[in-house]
């Protein structure tokens, strides 16, 4: 037997195809609510907030030092051990909850971490003359914030974004482990039927780059959009 | 339904932030034995990753008895014969149809199936009561015994050999692996017996861990990483039809293990009642037909 058949990619790849939606759906939730997350982290150690300043810091580097896989299995196995017995006052059973929740509180989390320090980097990037420039015409704190530091920030985070955007992706293919069937779920149920499996992971390979990369290109862009013109 | 699914995510975002930051010793609580509250909202929530999930989440928590009882079912999602998904994305195999004949006989329960992909997160879903059933050609060894519960009535056999290339000659026994490297599944019975083995014998053997993908040891085989691994009879049978590999296996039975359905420890009832569905199915001859249509053979005794 071949080790090796480029056939047996090419019919991979259909089946591959259909399951892109279930890990596109862990990416952009878990952006969104990572954004969200992300954005009161960043607050908190902007404003320099006592004690939730040093809880963010810890937060972030706790996460940022830890691989995915674990988080997954820490939320996944340990958050319930933990918690089952207050959830069940509510009527909720933890431990029955679809697995995919967690999937997405998990990257959810992890992608929190890594937006909250862009967010911060960015804000803090936008020169202070700024906003002093525009306290001295006049503007509010609040219209300072909206007006001339987001969308100046925003330009600073784009790039950096997309960079985060395109490892989440590669980071949910450990989502599979806790059964969630996405790119690499289908590709190990397909490859215990047919016996080959290295053909998998080449087309998901393809797969995976081929996402990465239209989100690349997306971001530049909008990056080239939005950039200063000189 | 909307509404309170996202009530809960934000509450258990809420809740694992503490969780995780908080960072507390993460003790098994001791389970609260609270299924039969799951409200639907939690019942609609498991969907896709099961088979049979859809037909079963219309039930409300209604209190009635003769409602029956859910119960979560884990297995590997990948094994080949025992627990896979065919080309229609259906799960199947020997232990899950066997699994669905003991569900039709007990009434009072209902199987709901979420396999996984990692093995060891099969034991971690018994200990942390996430399923009630967990599944995977498991053999009985006194060390798995003190954290899980042990179904008593075997439904398959599992002698493990020793498993070398077809053209190997020097290695027939145990004694011939001495100082030579075998390969044995992380977190596997196999694994557990050769410890054992090499504690007694002064360690003459080297272990080498790994997740069984037979590609992987096959390859590793013939570039002499390894020198022989553990295996079952059947399985190098069907991995030398369905691969092409040349293996065989060798030796005496190093032990002759049977597989059980293992269960937390508290769930003595469950246990009781899979037995006896077992014995029952055992003795209309369904096991054996099943082991006839997944293994190509009777490996029920």
Redesign the interface.
């Known amino acids: 037997?071949e080790?090796f058949k480029w056939s047996v990619v090419w019919e991979y790849l259909p089946q591959i195809i259909k399951y892109i939606p279930v890990t596109l759906k862990i990416v952009l939730l878990a952006t969104l609510?990572g954004t969200l997350?992300g954005i009161v982290l960043s607050a908190f150690r902007i404003y320099h907030i006592p004690i939730l300043n040093a809880?963010s810091k810890?937060?972030i580097s706790?996460?940022r030092g830890t691989p995915v896989n674990i988080?997954l299995?820490?939320?996944?196995?340990?958050?319930?051990?933990?918690?089952?017995?207050?959830?069940?006052n509510f009527?909720?059973?933890?431990?029955?909850?679809?697995?995919?929740?967690?999937v997405?509180?998990t990257y959810?989390?992890n992608s929190a971490a890594f937006l909250a320090e862009l967010i911060r980097a960015s804000v803090l990037g936008v020169e202070k003359g700024q906003s002093e420039a525009a306290y001295s015409i006049g503007m509010t704190k609040i219209q300072t914030f909206q007006r001339i530091i987001i969308p100046q920030a925003a330009r600073i985070a784009i790039p950096d974004f997309g960079n985060i955007l395109v490892n989440l992706i590669k980071n949910t293919s450990l989502a599979?482990?806790?059964?969630?069937?996405d790119i690499m779920?289908i590709v190990?149920?397909i490859?215990?039927?047919t016996?080959r499996?290295?053909e998998g992971y080449v087309a998901s390979a393809i797969i995976y780059f081929a996402i990465s990369t239209v989100i690349e290109q997306i971001f530049s862009v909008i990056q080239k959009k939005t950039a200063v013109q000189s | 339904m909307k509404k309170s699914k996202t009530k809960?995510?934000s509450?258990?975002?809420v809740?694992?932030?503490i969780?995780?930051?908080g960072?507390?010793a993460?003790?098994?609580?001791s389970?609260?034995t609270?299924?039969t509250?799951?409200?639907s909202?939690?019942?609609s929530?498991?969907?896709?990753?099961t088979a049979n999930a859809s037909a079963t989440t219309s039930e409300s928590a209604t209190k009635s008895e003769s409602a029956p009882k859910?119960l979560?079912v884990?297995g590997p999602?990948?094994?080949?014969t025992v627990s896979?998904?065919?080309?229609s994305g259906k799960l199947t195999g020997f232990e899950v149809e066997l699994l669905r004949a003991i569900d039709e006989y007990l009434p009072e329960y209902e199987f709901d199936f979420?396999?996984?992909?990692?093995f060891a997160?099969i034991f971690?879903?018994i200990e942390?009561?996430?399923t009630d059933i967990a599944y995977c050609q498991l053999e009985y060894n006194e060390e798995r015994a003190q954290k899980y519960l042990f179904t008593k009535e075997s439904y398959c056999n599992f002698p493990l050999r020793l498993v070398v290339l077809g053209d190997n000659n020097e290695i027939n026994s145990l004694e011939d692996l001495k100082g030579k490297t075998l390969q044995v599944g992380t977190g596997g019975n196999d694994a557990y017996i050769m410890e054992q083995y090499n504690a007694k014998n002064g360690n003459p053997i080297n272990l080498s861990y790994a997740t069984p993908?037979t590609?992987i040891t096959d390859a590793n085989l013939k570039n002499g990483t390894i020198d022989a691994y553990v295996g079952v009879e059947r399985y190098v049978k069907i991995n030398n039809e369905?691969?092409?590999f040349n293996h065989k296996c060798v030796g005496d039975v190093l032990a002759d293990t049977k597989c059980y359905f293992i269960t937390n420890l508290n769930n003595t009832e469950l246990s009781a009642r899979i037995d006896e569905a077992v014995v029952a199915l055992k003795s209309d001859g369904t096991i054996s037909k099943l082991s006839e249509q997944f293994f190509g053979g009777d490996y029920t005794k």
């Open positions: 037997m080790l609510i997350i809880f810890f937060y706790f996460i988080q299995y820490v939320v996944y196995f340990g958050v319930p051990a933990l918690l089952s017995p207050i959830f069940a009527g909720y059973d933890l431990n029955r909850v679809d697995a995919m929740i967690f997405i509180i959810s989390l599979y482990a806790l059964g969630i069937i779920g190990s149920i490859g215990t039927r016996h499996t290295l | 809960l995510v509450l258990l975002l809740t694992a932030i969780g995780l930051t960072c507390g993460a003790k098994n609580s389970a609260s609270s299924e509250e799951s409200t909202a939690i019942a929530t498991t969907e896709s990753t859910k979560v884990t999602s990948a094994f080949d896979y998904y065919d080309e979420q396999p996984t992909n990692d997160s971690l879903g942390t009561n996430k993908d590609t369905a691969l092409g």
